[in-house]
């Protein structure tokens, strides 16, 4: 069987390269279009790309000339996209247009109403606000976008919780790491022995795109969102790869750690009863020593695909209901490269291109 | 006039170097005896300290002859103990019966009711404590404690808010430096590229530490811990000083980040007004960049003595009265060495020994 | 065909941890015993170790029990040591006389002249010392040595030039990664944003060691040192794993810096005509970007067997005869732990235990 | 006596924030004007720069409107250049042709025979090179140069030595900080837990650069370079500030360590005897511990004016004549800004415009 031909833009970024690096091994799909910034057009992957991955360039890419975004070939089924917010929009509706599916990492039109923003395992089912897209949009393609890293990690996390006990509030302190601002967005000087108690923009995402995630799609093909307070401080801090997160959760119902650990440990989904390529057996890895998650050490979990939860515990002086954990996860992987991935074996294996 | 002889006790570890270099430059303290390990007994300071602050070692000290913790000669009127836990207790005590005035930075007997566990700025007044200790223990001397780093730094920004609004609620993430445990405390192969969210009996101590600081002397001697329910989150992140401490309090009576601003901004206590020359002019500073308190950048404010605060923000969604706050402050000055000497001015300016 | 049952002495350390990586996907050698500290024996492996590789312990060895050095059961074959220096000699001295094959990564023993001190593809010859260390010491086993973790980098990539060229002079400059003084060996606070230029015996094992490993095994089984001058400062560098050195070398015959590129790639030896599983197909890689290498993206080059090296250049104002390179290897795996599995499929493939 | 008006070039870069930093302390010099880049131009300095120094931005300065390169006011005397060697050429000319005093930390120019390259206590003679500068430019004003910040320390410490002994020979390899690429410079995620064993254009810079400071000012008004073999290598690696070189020397002459850690402890030179406000008592510090120097502990000895020099040791291997040792320099401060304001001091006291 032949593989589907996908392209990746925004190839040489870090996200690009976890792209690159995901889809050289890929059972179903295969690489035969990069695109990158205009200087790199014309050139060889391997010449223009800063390689900071420890695996070698894939050998089926290193040799495939950049191109431009504009220029995606016809016969490309799926679009990955790494691109920077400045110009996504403008790129991504054009190759929708054109009759590309998107699949998109990028932050704009995650919070249309049509579009999908998709954490596989937590609201696969949205993945149905494609038919109210194709009804609103002239487009022949689709987008689908996956959230924010943070917000992927905190939603694999939650929804397990959510589901058996509710939750009425939600507190979360992040530990960011470098990679999150791409290759080059964190100078040495300003991070080395520092955190940088502040993200741009990142605490408004992480609300709500949780709650479009957690939201319940409507038979009139509409997302509610969920409605849920929700307080998120987020800082950036000397780790290269996996965001750590401080979970403080008030749920409806009272639940103790143990069945928390336990509903967490046996979470299953749509992605793994699909055997899907990308999909980890366990999305959620429950680590009981006291001392996990830590990021050097959990990030790689699931090849970079499972979220590593620690510390479950009841902050008894809060009142019965109030839990606390707390959530690993790589975000250039599970937060970025690899859910996008997920994503599109999601759509490919449930919208018809069965493979 | 001739200056007060103190003797400084563990102190080649690193509280123990910040002892020493605080102390060289002070106006009424001199160092006249250090005791470390028996095996550094005898050599003088110079030999066998470590010394790794950037300050050299002070020449009044390099050459002390290291003595051990039993033979402080009687001369000496004030004894700072950095010792280790696990023979702080049992020293003290000998020293406090033999008559010396011990200012502590070891966590035990921290929590024993005649025992002041002082933040200056905050509850000085619990020095009176003293009058009960003297009445209760067969001791010539006192024994005096400065509370935990991470405690000494929400405390002090906490008490502002505290006396003006009240407090209901009190949840706290930090990320703590490596100095918090000591010299050798935290292997590097551990913590570089990387977080631990674990710090050993960390979280108890913060609870019950602030429930006593925050807590009324009645008039019967005894104070009374505040019933305050808080919920603590402690990790080690890769930043050499400087804890910070992501605060998130639930006030009694509604306030606008900007009050709080002010009311941080302008608070000062006793050891301004007595103007004890360790007290920093400003203890609480205010930082309104959105990307600050940042360890590398505050942790030396006032000399290390002034914690910052920034991103005061009302948490909207949670309710009118939930408000959050970043703390940072240098962990082994304000933190622990310097809290200690402060006591120590207190103490020397208000029991008597005025100076 | 059953496998070689092994053990592992100082197994919970750092270097003690890469042996049971290695080994548990050995295909000729099993670990069935485990020792380490007194204070561990008798608990489960995976209780006691302080597991920091981010693969999971392997399963086969997590539920070994923790045995003493002194214990090891008669029908393991060979003992693999990675005992502090303290104690390795009386420990690895005993185990031999018992009748087992000891190869160690512990330094003393390492210059005795009837002890092989073995970078297989460098002096593999050397293993034929066993027969003279047989005749000397009242043995029934053997001790072999695998030489210090800059030694076996330095000598792995000098050894195709020496060939090819001859050597005059040396000097070498050492960026040493944290992890090469063990688990606990660096403390956090020394080393963040810091460089110590000086490491502990480091200079002359380097010297000595290098000398023995290029030197030639006479007929009359004897090794006569190599006759070189050498110049070597060691430092130790914020990097988790993997040494750097920069090495300068004077030939005795003019090459150019492309023929040198060639030998180097080119270099095989016998661990490779062998297939040794644990051999690396390219014992030395060449890079020819001029920023390479590096230790996070090189270290684990042939699964971290394989050194890279990068930065071949004429010096050309020094003379004709002057080159130098950065190479860079896994101090623990190929500079230690690595290199041990591999002189002990050295010895069982050439000294009759076939498999 | 009023204070001389000066200017800061390239101001709100980290060798700009140093310059500043230095300057608004400084006896003699007051800045009036700082100037950066177009979008900047008309804004308060305190609102474009981001202050990066542990010490807040000096009140005189933060106030001051950010003007552009071009337009320096007709009153200032100096103008310390800290432009991007992009630029630097362009404006410095343009700068000396109306009349200006150029101090610049800018590569380019810096090897013109009739620009001084100055590192005061090692070549201030080479000042007089101005005379031929008036003579053969059709110039008001002035350029001065100071030198690449690895050349500077390295020369330094090599002064003394090649004074009383000559050197034939000279090979170092470098561990350069973060800060020396400037404030965006070097991304985190590239440096974290790696080295990168390249700087750009840096070596050829310090042989140059080294070999036309220690070069012999002729009377016919020329610098004859020193004849002298260099070999240089140039890493990058993980620390904030402070440039680490290995240097290893053949004298001319035998040189016992102890007689050269004398000479170079008493090396005192003309800016000392002129008491020039930023000359350091002692130019080069040695340090007898086997352990130093190291970066974070020494860099900012002499207020970062010093160098510091340990590790003095006899390469007796390569022969009597061969020397090794390690130095330590802060590269923003005396490696730039802080060697630019002694060039300052220099040109006001011996050029006629004494203070």
Redesign the interface.
């Known amino acids: 069987m032949d593989k589907i031909p996908v392209a990746v833009l925004g190839a040489t970024g870090?996200v690009g390269q976890r792209f690159i690096e995901i889809l050289s091994k890929h059972p179903w799909f295969e690489v035969e279009y990069v695109a990158a910034s205009e200087r790199s057009a014309g050139l060889k992957y391997a010449d223009v790309v800063n390689w900071?991955l420890?695996n070698e360039i894939p050998g089926s890419v290193a040799n495939l000339v950049v191109g431009s975004v504009y220029d995606v070939p016809d016969d490309i089924e799926i679009v990955f996209s790494a691109l920077p917010s400045s110009i996504a929009e403008l790129v991504e509706v054009s190759l929708a247009r054109r009759g590309f599916t998107v699949v998109s990492n990028a932050s704009p039109l995650r919070m249309e109403p049509d579009i999908p923003l998709l954490n596989p395992e937590v609201n696969h089912d949205h993945i149905n606000l494609l038919k109210v897209q194709r009804r609103r949009r002239a487009w022949k393609g689709y987008i689908l976008k996956n959230p924010n890293c943070t917000t992927v990690i905190l939603t694999l996390s939650l929804a397990p919780i959510f589901n058996e006990y509710g939750i009425e509030?939600l507190?979360v302190?992040t530990?960011q790491a470098?990679?999150g601002a791409g290759?080059?967005?964190?100078?040495?000087?300003?991070?080395?022995?520092?955190?940088?108690?502040?993200i741009e923009k990142e605490e408004v995402k992480v609300?709500t795109e949780t709650r479009k995630i957690l939201g319940k799609l409507s038979e009139r093909g509409k997302v509610e969102p969920l409605s849920l307070?929700?307080?998120v401080?987020t800082?950036r801090?000397?780790?290269?790869d996996g965001h750590?997160e401080?979970v403080?959760i008030k749920t409806s119902n009272e639940a103790e750690p143990s069945e928390i650990m336990d509903i967490l440990e046996n979470f299953k989904s749509l992605p793994q009863e699909l055997k899907l390529p990308t999909a980890p057996s366990k999305p959620v890895i429950v680590r009981k020593e006291?001392?996990?998650?830590?990021?050097?050490?959990d990030r790689?979990a699931g090849n970079g695909m499972s979220v590593t939860v620690?510390?479950v515990e009841k902050?008894e002086?809060?009142?019965d209901r109030?839990i606390?954990y707390?959530v690993l996860g790589h975000n250039t992987i599970r937060g970025a490269a690899g859910t996008a991935v997920l994503i599109a074996e999601l759509y490919t294996k449930t919208m018809g291109l069965s493979h």
């Open positions: 870090l900071v420890s509030q507190m302190t530990m470098i990679s290759l080059r967005g964190v100078p040495a000087y300003l991070i080395t022995d520092n955190i940088i108690p502040y609300m307070p929700i307080a401080t800082t801090v000397p780790v290269l750590m401080v403080y006291k001392d996990r998650p830590q990021p050097r050490l790689l620690g510390r902050m002086e809060l009142g109030w606390q707390v």
